[in-house]
């Protein structure tokens, strides 16, 4: 039988890529219920008001866009707005060149994987080396991060110390000390040539216009001590109303990400370094990225643009688990890449299609998301959409018989009494191989088909039993 | 049209058939509040047992620096020249300390002193703001940190921080040493910046 996109990946992957990423995403979870559920009386509370915030965000990027321009202007910030990928590059480029500028340190962030920063100012002449250690590895490798978290949770020690002495970064050694430590010395002095830093943003408060960044290695600090020109690529979405709902965001999204009560370094900055400050760039710019992003706002899925990027979801997901971040074939993997990818894909949509149905919609995602959002009801809503447009589903079940059952009363009926004959037939003669084996052993329960219908006709109806 | 405007054109065209809009609520304090309520409590201690939970270390007195450098023979660094009086009579004279950083050799320095502007007990973090003279680079290149704060600047939990964020154009909260556990999940401390933060707490 033909299996899903997602199936067949799963199928291929290695078997100790699987267990990393099994193990990986499990422990991460762990962590996270215990740090959440431990410190608050009320922690889904404190999730179900996240949501609210971020909705009210989405809903009102009309009033909220303008008015983080006008803050971030007044604190000193060039703004620059791009509506595509491409824009988006070509603002970095052109950034570069006034400044005369050709290397480039870089932070961790999704946008600029959305647009392909990297390769397309190697292609230009630019040196951009990524920072953050697991990033770092993917860049040699020219791989893609398989989490939004942990971007090579997909290898293990050995891949990482093949890698690094192909780079030449000493000879083979898998210590995940010694691995560390070259990538130190290795990066400290990129940082200390580069003449820019990249990073993206966490959230972005319109009441200050402060931009909040998180990282546990340092790397972004880095960026911002050693560089003189720092540069931002964030995505409409990472508003928040007020600095005071920085509070319950940073208490939520560490928690959520790794397990941690807060990440090591947690950046607040609403411009160039301050006039007595040795260090940091004198040069702050922000660019506002689209990207697709207005097509999801306009699209009945809008909810999936309060996304925090904590990868909550994908440490929780059955289907991440044993499928890895690179089966889903675009930047953002898991239960919120099922969602977001098909959507910010635009006119490729129908080949992001099979996302949404590689699930089996147990709800999980929605239960762990810090900003509460209804993932498998956006899953369903894109299927709809997928069905609506008739992209081929190749893969999927065949349910033609089911449907034409399920239209027909009289079909239906009948098909439940022959289910009856299950019940007399021998063993021998059941029609499906799969079903004669299991039943060699067992046997099937009596048939029962239409005891519903039966119930439902002579059910009278009353008022609502009343709760205890 | 400018990518401004288109932009903000598609924003205003997808959200004009949403009414109403999703409001904003208000929370209480006390919702991003922890379960165990620290203000009775001395937010020293917590401090310093939340900080030792992220593997960092908090040290009430000079003397206890100045041995803890010596046992791990880190004899040279950066000091801020606005704590040099302070902290020099302890540290003695097997010491080399500099107050400029000279960031053609982050390498020579083991040790950094810098001045921190507060800490927040319920994370054991420690907060700096840019109005400080301290480079940025000699809390974050050297091996071993020490942020000196004062007693008094402790505060409860995050949103109490964040309520005091002020005007700096750049704040940055520190909870323990860089860390990374990108290779198999396995805890490495030191990537980036230092493998050890220690918070000197003075009266």
């Known amino acids: 039988m033909a299996t899903q996109p997602i199936d067949q990946f799963s199928k291929r992957l290695r078997p100790d890529t699987k267990a990393s990423v099994y193990d990986g995403s499990k422990k991460g979870h762990e962590k996270r219920t215990q740090v959440l559920f431990d410190r608050f009386p009320d922690a889904n509370r404190l999730r179900e008001i ?203 999204l560490a928690r959520s990400a790794t397990g941690q009560s807060l990440t090591v370094y947690t950046e607040f900055i609403s411009g160039p370094k301050a006039p007595t400050q040795p260090d940091g760039p004198e040069e702050m710019h922000v660019i506002l990225v689209d990207n697709g992003r207005t097509d999801v706002l306009a699209s009945e899925c809008r909810d999936i643009l309060r996304c925090i990027r904590c990868g909550a979801c994908l440490n929780v997901c059955p289907v991440y688990r044993q499928a890895s971040g690179h089966a889903y074939r675009s930047v953002y993997p898991g239960p919120v890449g099922a969602v977001l990818s098909p959507l910010l894909a635009g006119e490729k949509f129908p080949a992001m299609a099979d996302l949404p149905k590689a699930s089996s919609l147990c709800g999980a995602c929605h239960e762990v998301c810090p900003v509460n959002i209804p993932i498998p009801d956006l899953l369903l809503r894109l299927r709809d959409k997928a069905k609506q447009e008739h992209v081929p589903s190749p893969g999927t079940p065949p349910m033609g018989m089911w449907s034409l059952l399920a239209s027909q009363p009289a079909a239906w009926k009948t098909a439940l009494l022959a289910g009856k004959l299950l019940d007399y037939l021998p063993t021998s003669l059941v029609p499906v191989p799969a079903l004669r084996a299991w039943e060699g052993s067992r046997s099937l329960p009596a048939w029962r088909g239409g005891k519903f219908r039966r119930w439902m006709q002579q059910r009278t109806p009353g008022p609502h039993p009343k709760t205890p | 049209m400018t990518d401004r405007e288109t932009i903000l054109s598609r924003v205003r065209g997808a959200l004009a058939p949403l009414k109403p809009r999703a409001a904003l609520p208000e929370w209480d304090h006390e919702l991003a509040s922890l379960r165990r309520d620290l203000s009775g409590q001395d937010l020293m201690a917590v401090f310093a047992e939340r900080l030792r939970l992220v593997n960092g270390l908090a040290l009430t007195d000079l003397a206890a620096l100045a041995a803890y450098l010596r046992e791990n023979k880190c004899l040279h660094g950066y000091c801020d020249p606005d704590l040099l009086a302070e902290c020099s009579p302890a540290l003695g004279s097997d010491f080399t300390v500099e107050t400029t950083f000279d960031r053609s050799r982050v390498d020579d320095y083991q040790f950094g002193i810098t001045r921190a502007t507060g800490g927040i007990a319920e994370s054991g973090t420690l907060i700096f703001k840019d109005h400080i003279r301290s480079p940025r680079l000699a809390a974050l290149a050297p091996w071993v940190h020490i942020a000196v704060i004062r007693k008094s600047e402790i505060f409860t939990d995050i949103p109490q921080a964040i309520a005091a964020l002020g005007q700096d154009p750049n704040i940055i909260w520190v909870t323990g040493p860089s860390k990374t556990a990108d290779v198999e999940g396995i805890l490495i401390e030191g990537v980036h910046g230092p493998g050890v933060q220690i918070a000197l707490v003075l009266p």
């Open chain 1, 50 to 252: 996240a949501g609210e915030i971020k909705q009210h965000v989405v809903e009102n990027l009309d009033t909220y866009l303008p008015q983080v321009e006008a803050k971030l202007q007044a604190n000193g910030v060039k703004v620059h707005w791009a509506a595509t990928a491409a824009a988006a590059n070509e603002i970095v480029l052109a950034i570069m060149r006034a400044r005369g500028a050709t290397k480039m340190v870089k932070s961790k962030t999704m946008v600029s994987e959305e647009t392909e920063l990297g390769p397309f100012l190697e292609k230009n002449g630019v040196e951009c080396v990524e920072t953050d250690l697991g990033e770092f590895i993917v860049q040699i490798d020219h791989d893609h991060p398989s989490h939004l978290v942990k971007p090579i949770i997909h290898k293990n020690r050995r891949d990482i110390a093949t890698s690094f002495e192909k780079h030449g970064l000493g000879a083979y050694n898998d210590d995940p000390e010694v691995i560390t430590r070259r990538a130190r010395a290795h990066l400290r002095a990129k940082y200390l040539t580069a003449d820019v830093g990249l990073t993206g943003a966490n959230f972005i408060s319109a009441e200050s216009g402060r931009l909040v960044l998180v990282t546990n290695e340092g790397n972004s600090r880095f960026c911002l001590a050693a560089t003189q020109c720092h540069i931002a690529m964030v995505g409409i979405e990472k508003i928040l109303p007020r600095d005071h709902d920085l509070g319950l965001f940073l208490n939520l």
